[in-house]
């Protein structure tokens, strides 16, 4: 499939549409509709209820169906979709030759995942996928305090209470293929090792998560998650050989510890963090690569590794996800 040819220059408006009229979808309608040089065609979702909240908080147009979206002319969509739907929406787009942004995880299943890659590759359109933590500005601070340096280990906290919305994916699909992407991101390393434990305690699937990672080149990772804490804490430690490292994603405060003497004495700073939107910084990284034909943030094949990780930990567990354990019951007296 070649893909159609569409004048990206500064002076034409780029025509965006939003795949998925739920929360994130909601909030991707809203960051674009505020972007300059963009024209946001409007949001697709097939429920009624999702439209209507759509309009009424963007005021942009709706459509029932994907089909009706790309009638009214888009030169790019981004698929905030549930994420069976991912491959199917992305390849449709890619086939017209539109370039997409697709929502973490990539798709359901690496294999998907692939297709989308590869169709991407064929059709000669931009392909990203939405890992928005990269783009937190703690996570930039930390990502520039660590250049250069011999990375040891890095620990990573991501709970909070269980979210009312989720159905069909567990704490690791939802929550920790976000820092299975910082690690990779981080090290600049693939995961060769993974070490996974899981169980569930309230949920179907697992809601709580302890994964140990290791990679290529020797880093030591973990993962703490669960959808058990009744407040969300999010939390990055990384050690050097010459530095210690800490972030609240949430506060957006990242601490660096340096200088360590024999004594025990070291010197602490606080690092500067900037203020931008992860999501709009996110957006306006995959408009550019659109207008400049340049790589994506984000590449298709890294949001497909992060995946296969993330798979891996599941298949790989060492509890069945769905075992409780409890006390064995005290036997009578007598």
């Given at each position: 499939m070649?893909?159609?040819?569409?004048?990206?220059?500064?002076?034409?408006?780029?025509?965006v549409g939003v795949v998925g009229a739920g929360v994130m979808g909601t909030n991707h309608g809203r960051v674009l509709a505020g972007l300059p040089g963009i024209v946001l065609v409007?949001?697709?979702?097939p429920l009624p209820d999702h439209r209507d909240r759509a309009s009424q908080l963007i005021g942009c147009p709706t459509f029932a169906t994907l089909d009706e979206l790309c009638e009214a002319g888009v030169d790019a969509v981004t698929i905030a979709a549930p994420t069976h739907l991912h491959h199917d929406v992305a390849i449709a787009c890619i086939n017209r030759g539109i370039h997409v942004l697709v929502e973490k995880p990539v798709a359901s299943t690496v294999q998907e995942g692939r297709e989308i890659v590869a169709a991407a590759k064929r059709a000669g359109v931009t392909l990203m996928v939405g890992h928005v933590e990269r783009f937190n500005p703690a996570v930039a601070?930390?990502?520039?305090?660590?250049?250069g340096e011999d990375i040891l280990s890095i620990g990573i906290t991501?709970?909070?209470?269980?979210p009312p919305r989720m159905s069909n994916v567990g704490v690791v699909i939802d929550l920790a293929v976000h820092d299975i992407d910082l690690i990779r991101w981080f090290t600049e390393s693939e995961i060769i090792d993974v070490q996974p434990q899981l169980s569930s305690a309230i949920a179907e699937r697992e809601d709580i998560a302890l994964l140990q990672f290791r990679t290529a080149s020797g880093v030591l990772a973990h993962i703490n998650t669960n959808w058990l804490t009744p407040f969300k804490a999010r939390n990055v430690t990384i050690a050097t050989r010459g530095k210690y490292v800490q972030g609240d994603l949430l506060t957006r405060q990242v601490t660096e510890c340096f200088g360590f003497q024999p004594d025990g004495s070291y010197s602490m700073r606080h690092l500067p963090v900037g203020h931008d939107e992860p999501l709009?910084?996110?957006?306006?990284?995959?408009?550019?690569s659109v207008r400049t034909g340049g790589p994506a943030a984000v590449t298709g094949e890294e949001g497909v590794a992060s995946l296969e990780?993330?798979?891996k930990c599941l298949e790989s567990r060492a509890v069945p996800a769905a075992a409780t354990f409890r006390k064995a019951p005290r036997r009578a007296a007598g």
């Amino acid at each position: 499939m070649i893909s159609r040819e569409f004048d990206l220059g500064k002076e034409r408006a780029l025509r965006v549409g939003v795949v998925g009229a739920g929360v994130m979808g909601t909030n991707h309608g809203r960051v674009l509709a505020g972007l300059p040089g963009i024209v946001l065609v409007g949001i697709v979702d097939p429920l009624p209820d999702h439209r209507d909240r759509a309009s009424q908080l963007i005021g942009c147009p709706t459509f029932a169906t994907l089909d009706e979206l790309c009638e009214a002319g888009v030169d790019a969509v981004t698929i905030a979709a549930p994420t069976h739907l991912h491959h199917d929406v992305a390849i449709a787009c890619i086939n017209r030759g539109i370039h997409v942004l697709v929502e973490k995880p990539v798709a359901s299943t690496v294999q998907e995942g692939r297709e989308i890659v590869a169709a991407a590759k064929r059709a000669g359109v931009t392909l990203m996928v939405g890992h928005v933590e990269r783009f937190n500005p703690a996570v930039a601070a930390i990502k520039h305090a660590i250049e250069g340096e011999d990375i040891l280990s890095i620990g990573i906290t991501r709970v909070g209470p269980f979210p009312p919305r989720m159905s069909n994916v567990g704490v690791v699909i939802d929550l920790a293929v976000h820092d299975i992407d910082l690690i990779r991101w981080f090290t600049e390393s693939e995961i060769i090792d993974v070490q996974p434990q899981l169980s569930s305690a309230i949920a179907e699937r697992e809601d709580i998560a302890l994964l140990q990672f290791r990679t290529a080149s020797g880093v030591l990772a973990h993962i703490n998650t669960n959808w058990l804490t009744p407040f969300k804490a999010r939390n990055v430690t990384i050690a050097t050989r010459g530095k210690y490292v800490q972030g609240d994603l949430l506060t957006r405060q990242v601490t660096e510890c340096f200088g360590f003497q024999p004594d025990g004495s070291y010197s602490m700073r606080h690092l500067p963090v900037g203020h931008d939107e992860p999501l709009r910084a996110e957006l306006i990284a995959f408009v550019e690569s659109v207008r400049t034909g340049g790589p994506a943030a984000v590449t298709g094949e890294e949001g497909v590794a992060s995946l296969e990780i993330a798979i891996k930990c599941l298949e790989s567990r060492a509890v069945p996800a769905a075992a409780t354990f409890r006390k064995a019951p005290r036997r009578a007296a007598g």
